[in-house]
């Protein structure tokens, strides 16, 4: 191997420092992409998670398209039986 000067030795470190930067900024993208998703799945729009990150709505709505009309419904009966619950919880106050 040839000798390496103080530059080299300066470059080679910043792109290791780069490789796991990125493969850290893809981990958390993931991350970010798969509760995007979920919040999709359990009724939120693409407006308010928008507004949650900073990004687009356009951008959410393309990574967290409208879920399926099953999932949807079944979002809004968990959301129907939450208020009844806390309808009757209040009620016996």
């Given at each position: 191997m040839c000798h390496m000067d103080a530059?080299?030795?300066e470059i080679q470190a910043a792109a290791k420092k780069r490789a796991k930067a990125e493969e850290a900024f893809t981990r958390?993208?993931?991350e970010l992409r798969a509760l995007l998703v979920q919040g999709r799945?359990?009724?939120?729009g693409p407006s308010h998670m928008a507004k949650l990150t900073g990004f687009t709505r356009e951008w959410v709505a393309k990574i967290a398209p409208?879920?399926?009309?099953?999932?949807?419904?079944?979002?809004?009966?968990?959301?129907?039986?939450?208020n009844?619950?806390?309808n009757i919880a209040d009620?016996?106050?």
């Open positions: 530059l080299d030795t958390v993208d993931a799945a359990a009724g939120k409208a879920p399926s009309t099953e999932a949807m419904q079944a979002a809004i009966r968990r959301r129907m039986d939450e009844a619950a806390r009620s016996d106050d």
